[in-house]
């Protein structure tokens, strides 16, 4: 049977999950070797109050919202980028040689997640500001026996995100 949905932007069928870019700050080089990125969730509070005449109801309004944390996980390779943004939350060397320290500015980078369609095209993007690693896993333990990957893991706070709506997605 041939097929015959149409192939254009107004797709109903779900994109995959594995085909994706990941850029830190104004970058235009994807960052290398990434291989899974955990969702984008928020929450915001629930504030309940009653009226003073109504003690049958409860109303409520929205409270303060929470951006989680994003764990970004890939395989270890020569490249330091990981690292290297690590080691602006605190620097062990630096700190105890020069007493430097890097300022807040310094050590917060906006991201960009690009999904991507079959045919490598970005569809969807969501921008993710003012992040920062707040842990670092250089690589996961060592196995004599196992034949994986050695992994590296980050934990990225942030304070909030947002769809980049000038990505429109491609042709399938």
């Given amino acids: 049977m041939a097929d015959t949905l149409p192939r254009n932007p107004s797709r109903t069928d779900p994109y995959k999950n594995y085909r994706f870019q990941v850029f830190f700050g104004t970058s235009t080089t994807p960052v290398a070797a990434a291989s899974e990125v955990s969702g984008l969730t ?3 509070d629930v504030k309940r109050y009653r009226a003073g005449g109504d003690p049958s109801t409860v109303d409520t309004l929205p409270g303060q919202t929470d951006y989680q944390p994003i764990t970004m996980l890939r395989g270890v390779t020569r490249d330091i980028a990981f690292e290297q943004w690590a ?9 105890i040689v020069d007493k430097k320290v890097e300022s807040l500015p310094a050590i917060r980078k906006d991201l960009s997640i690009k999904l991507l ?9 969501y921008n993710v500001y003012r992040c920062w690693i707040s842990e670092f896993e250089a690589m996961s333990e060592f196995d004599r026996l196992g034949h994986v990957v050695l992994i590296q893991s980050i934990t990225i706070q942030n304070e909030g995100w947002d769809r980049d709506l000038s990505v429109t997605g491609g042709a399938s």
Avoid: I, L
């Fill in 87 to 95: 080691n602006k939350v605190w620097d062990y060397k630096n700190s």
């Fill in 42 to 44: 928020r929450s915001t």
């Fill in 117 to 125: 369609n079959e045919s490598g095209q970005p569809v969807m993007a």
